[in-house]
Structure formats: structure tokens, C-alpha cells
């Protein structure tokens, strides 16, 4: 877990990753060196897993987002499908979801022509795929990669050292 500094500071990166370690310092009032510490502990537990550049999608030549439900016919705890899914450079997210469906695809691609190929050439060329269920978004009203950290929460403090009497915790003969 972390504490209420460490959310502190999870916040202000999530806005901006490059934030300075003295301005993330001055924030939580702490010296730089104890910032250092607390990030390589962050990232050591893999609650922050990246520092990334968002781009805008259509600079790229990735303008057009659509969402495909795949259906498999896999049964079990083995995914291999999901795996051969994920390495489609198109395919942003793959998320194993319940319902009638097996995953739910995001993918950035250039044009409609180019999810067809997508779609016909890579997607349900992926063996246990059976079907697929495309939605193309129109326009997209809010997209954020920042997760919401909750400011009622009351998050663990900090561990304290402990203390112990002279002879305490030793065993007798």
C-alpha cells in the first residue's frame, strides 16, 4: 500500500510525469532525497508502472478508435487468444470481460478501410476467434488515462520503527 504523501504524489504525476523531484518536494514537504526513495519504492511495487507521452492519435495517422467484442471459443484458464490479441500493434487494451463475450478490444487505426483489414486480416485470423462485434466511435467526449485517487480515503501511515527494551525478543537457554 502507500500513504497519504505517496497519494499526494501519485496524483501530481498522473497530471504531469515530469514535474520536477524539488517541486514534488516542496509539495509534500520533504527533501528531494526522501522523493527519490518514495518513487524507486513506487515503481519497486509496480503501482507506478510507466512514465509516458500521451499523443494525439491523429498526428500519428491513428485518427479512427473503435471497440471490437470477440467471442473465442477457449475454455479454461488459458488464454492464448488474448495473448495473440495483445501483439497486434493496433490493439490498445485487451480486457477479458463476462457476458457474451470473451474480450473487449480498444483499437486506434487510420481509416475504416484499415479496420476492415484489421478486422479480417489479424483479429478473426486469431485461432479460437469466432466471431466479432465492431463500434466505431464518432467522437470521443472524454478520454483520460489518470485514475481517480479517492481524497476521503484514509491511507496507511507511514511504518514507524519499532522500538524494543533491552533483552526484549530474546529467547532464554
Known amino acids: ?63 479512427l478508435l473503435a471497440f471490437v467484442s470477440v467471442r473465442t471459443s477457449e475454455h479454461g484458464p488459458d488464454m492464448p487468444s488474448a495473448v495473440g490479441l495483445s501483439r497486434i500493434p493496433e490493439v490498445l487494451e485487451v480486457h477479458h470481460v463476462a457476458g457474451d463475450d470473451c474480450y473487449l478490444l480498444k483499437v486506434r487505426v487510420r481509416d475504416a478501410e484499415h479496420l476492415g483489414q484489421l478486422l ?36 496507511r501511515q507511514p511504518p514507524r520503527p519499532v522500538r524494543q527494551s533491552p533483552g526484549e525478543g530474546k529467547s532464554e537457554p
Open 1 to 63: 500500500m502507500f500513504d497519504e504523501i505517496d497519494a499526494l504524489l501519485l496524483d501530481i504525476l498522473q497530471y504531469n510525469a515530469r514535474t520536477p523531484q524539488s517541486e514534488l518536494a516542496k509539495a509534500v514537504n520533504l527533501a528531494p532525497s526522501a522523493i527519490t526513495e518514495r518513487l524507486k519504492k513506487l515503481e519497486a511495487k509496480g503501482i507506478i508502472k510507466d512514465y509516458v507521452a500521451l499523443i494525439d492519435p491523429r498526428v500519428v495517422d491513428r485518427g
Open 120 to 155: 479480417r486480416q489479424q483479429i478473426a485470423s486469431t485461432p479460437a476467434v469466432t466471431s466479432t462485434k465492431t463500434t466505431i466511435v464518432l467522437e470521443t467526449v472524454k478520454e483520460d488515462p489518470r485514475i481517480a485517487i479517492p481524497k476521503d480515503r484514509t491511507w
